[in-house]
């Protein structure tokens, strides 16, 4: 999970900054990367998930400009320099260029809320790229606060979260709403239920001696490419299985009344596996698994969510644990190297354990006592990375949401 920069502090930052431009920073954004503890796949299909913020970000310092330039630098030098015009339409780099991310909330920010000036910024970041953990959204969430500070504009996390979702598309994948609400609400030591339309965020907090080990299997989960077409494929899937099984007999009309045709409204209507049963009368193969996943992934994050709140530990492991078969097996997005992941940490000591984010690769999570927390890492870590896991275990601290605040106050408090 090697980070993208190595942490530098804010003042060192600031310095950097300073060197690279001759400018003075006056602004300082943290937007944090989150690990979905479980509800995958269900953001985008309207039904809540349970996530948290953690300890790994994107930062920024940044100076707002007079006019509409845009000029991102990167600390790590690899990723270059990106420069463009603030605009309601902004025409976007080369696919899978790290810089779309900026101009995605650009966009939305010249559009939706009329900002005029653009900024000149440097980025550090240490959330690993294409593991499932939200890195493309703390970017965009980074840039959006830079944009709203810039221009002196609102910054509700809860509305941001919604306007950013949408902006994100821009990238070209047709993603969910999960990623910028959790990195906007994060609360230390919490989990995060997240609803849908309307966006609601309702902390839950963590047992103090649960912990979630995050693990990268090695295999990169790349949005800008295959990954990115699953993932577009799958929610196709999604609506089009939807469709099929509201016009199923059973579905009475007394049944819809006042229903709303989703997910959702289905849902609070009929149980999880009678649905699954009509999906079988109206769907092929496929499609009615895709189905089955949803409806069974919707209703386990709400018995997840009582499960935290009651501290089962045992019953929320069991409920990770069929999240990662039903992904694996009705939803096709695991990877032999997650599921490898997933069985080693069984084998030691975890008491639950999934792929976290769109899969295909990336990272499992998995659910451990904080004194067993050791033990499974260490076994990992000889089993599984043979003996040099470098960077790609973490413990996740869930973490603060996002912030924008004047470079001069954090320099000052820190
Ligand atoms: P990742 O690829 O883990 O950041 C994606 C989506 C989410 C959600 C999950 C699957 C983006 C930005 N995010 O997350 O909205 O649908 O997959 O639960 O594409």
């Given at each position: 999970m090697s980070p993208t920069s190595r942490p530098l502090t804010t003042a060192a930052l600031a310095q950097l900054f300073h060197a690279r431009t001759g400018l003075d920073a006056t602004f300082f954004v943290r937007a944090p990367g989150r690990v979905n503890l479980i509800g995958e796949h269900i953001d985008y299909n309207d039904l809540a998930v349970l996530p948290a913020a953690i300890q790994r970000e994107v930062r920024i310092v940044l100076r707002p400009r007079d006019d509409a330039h845009v000029r991102l630098t990167n600390?790590?030098?690899?990723?270059g320099t990106r420069e463009f015009e603030l605009s309601s339409s902004i025409a976007p780099f080369e696919q899978g260029d790290w810089g779309n991310y900026a101009k995605a909330a650009a966009e939305l920010f010249a559009r939706e809320r009329g900002a005029t000036r653009g900024f000149d910024a440097l980025v550090i970041g240490d959330i690993p790229p294409a593991a499932g953990l939200s890195s493309s959204s703390a970017l965009t969430v980074a840039c959006g606060l830079a944009f709203a500070a810039a221009n002196g504009l609102a910054r509700d996390p809860l509305d941001l979260a919604d306007a950013l979702a949408r902006a994100e598309r821009y990238v070209g994948t047709n993603s969910g709403g999960m990623d910028q609400a959790a990195c906007l609400s994060g609360r230390a030591d919490h989990a995060l239920r997240i609803e849908f339309r309307p966006l609601k965020v309702e902390p839950v907090p963590l047992p103090s001696d649960w912990r979630f080990l995050i693990a990268h299997s090695g295999v990169q989960a790349d949005k800008s490419g295959a990954a990115r077409e699953a993932y577009n494929t799958r929610r196709a899937e999604c609506a089009q299985a939807l469709a099929a099984v509201l016009i199923d007999p059973e579905l009475t009309p007394e049944l819809q009344a006042?229903?709303?045709?989703t997910y959702r409204g289905l849902l609070a209507r009929i149980g999880a596996e009678r649905l699954a049963w009509i999906a079988l009368r109206q769907l092929d193969g496929a499609l009615a698994r895709r189905f089955r996943h949803v409806v069974s992934e919707g209703a386990r994050v709400e018995r997840a969510r009582k499960a935290l709140v009651a501290g089962d530990i045992e019953i929320f492991g069991q409920l990770m644990d069929d999240s990662h078969t039903s992904l694996a097996?009705?939803?096709?997005?695991?990877h032999p190297a997650l599921d490898r992941l997933v069985a080693l940490a069984h084998q030691h000591g975890a008491l639950g354990a999934r792929l976290t984010g769109a899969g295909f690769g990336g990272c499992i999570v998995a659910l451990v006592r904080e004194r067993d927390a050791e033990r499974l890492r260490a076994a990992l870590e000889r089993?599984?990375?043979?003996?040099?896991a470098g960077d790609a275990l973490l413990i996740a601290r869930a973490s603060a949401g996002a912030s924008v605040e004047p470079l001069a106050q954090v320099l000052a408090r820190a």
């Amino acid at each position: 999970m090697s980070p993208t920069s190595r942490p530098l502090t804010t003042a060192a930052l600031a310095q950097l900054f300073h060197a690279r431009t001759g400018l003075d920073a006056t602004f300082f954004v943290r937007a944090p990367g989150r690990v979905n503890l479980i509800g995958e796949h269900i953001d985008y299909n309207d039904l809540a998930v349970l996530p948290a913020a953690i300890q790994r970000e994107v930062r920024i310092v940044l100076r707002p400009r007079d006019d509409a330039h845009v000029r991102l630098t990167n600390v790590d030098e690899r990723f270059g320099t990106r420069e463009f015009e603030l605009s309601s339409s902004i025409a976007p780099f080369e696919q899978g260029d790290w810089g779309n991310y900026a101009k995605a909330a650009a966009e939305l920010f010249a559009r939706e809320r009329g900002a005029t000036r653009g900024f000149d910024a440097l980025v550090i970041g240490d959330i690993p790229p294409a593991a499932g953990l939200s890195s493309s959204s703390a970017l965009t969430v980074a840039c959006g606060l830079a944009f709203a500070a810039a221009n002196g504009l609102a910054r509700d996390p809860l509305d941001l979260a919604d306007a950013l979702a949408r902006a994100e598309r821009y990238v070209g994948t047709n993603s969910g709403g999960m990623d910028q609400a959790a990195c906007l609400s994060g609360r230390a030591d919490h989990a995060l239920r997240i609803e849908f339309r309307p966006l609601k965020v309702e902390p839950v907090p963590l047992p103090s001696d649960w912990r979630f080990l995050i693990a990268h299997s090695g295999v990169q989960a790349d949005k800008s490419g295959a990954a990115r077409e699953a993932y577009n494929t799958r929610r196709a899937e999604c609506a089009q299985a939807l469709a099929a099984v509201l016009i199923d007999p059973e579905l009475t009309p007394e049944l819809q009344a006042g229903m709303p045709p989703t997910y959702r409204g289905l849902l609070a209507r009929i149980g999880a596996e009678r649905l699954a049963w009509i999906a079988l009368r109206q769907l092929d193969g496929a499609l009615a698994r895709r189905f089955r996943h949803v409806v069974s992934e919707g209703a386990r994050v709400e018995r997840a969510r009582k499960a935290l709140v009651a501290g089962d530990i045992e019953i929320f492991g069991q409920l990770m644990d069929d999240s990662h078969t039903s992904l694996a097996d009705d939803y096709e997005a695991s990877h032999p190297a997650l599921d490898r992941l997933v069985a080693l940490a069984h084998q030691h000591g975890a008491l639950g354990a999934r792929l976290t984010g769109a899969g295909f690769g990336g990272c499992i999570v998995a659910l451990v006592r904080e004194r067993d927390a050791e033990r499974l890492r260490a076994a990992l870590e000889r089993d599984f990375y043979g003996g040099n896991a470098g960077d790609a275990l973490l413990i996740a601290r869930a973490s603060a949401g996002a912030s924008v605040e004047p470079l001069a106050q954090v320099l000052a408090r820190a």
